[in-house]
């Protein structure tokens, strides 16, 4: 029965060339996209883990307004 999928799924493949690769190519942009956000939050989640006195460690986070001048 799963042989059955599977021809019928290649067969499906090889007729619709075009459209199975704009979906083939759509799935691996996405599968790659996530991975890199996954490695994004990892890396954001281990950061200063290697420090011994990782409870007191504290980070401020603020936003710096300037005024800015105009020229025409």
């Known amino acids: 029965?799963?042989?059955d999928y599977?021809?019928?799924?290649i067969r499906k493949l090889v007729k619709d060339k075009v459209f199975s690769l704009i979906n083939i190519a759509?799935?691996?942009?996405?599968?790659?996209?996530?991975?890199i956000i996954l490695?994004?939050?990892a890396h954001s989640l281990?950061?200063?883990?290697f420090n011994?006195?990782?409870e007191n460690i504290y980070r401020r986070a603020g936003e710096v307004k300037t005024d800015t001048i105009r020229m025409s």
């Not at 599977?6 to 799924?9: D, I, Q, S």
């Not at 759509?26 to 991975?35: D, R």
């Not at 281990?46 to 883990?49: E, G, K, N, S, V």
């Open 52 to 54: 011994t006195n990782l």
């Open 39 to 41: 490695l994004c939050a």
């Open 46 to 49: 281990t950061y200063d883990r």
């Open 1 to 3: 029965m799963f042989r």
């Open 26 to 35: 759509g799935l691996s942009i996405a599968l790659a996209s996530s991975f």
């Open 6 to 9: 599977v021809r019928t799924a």
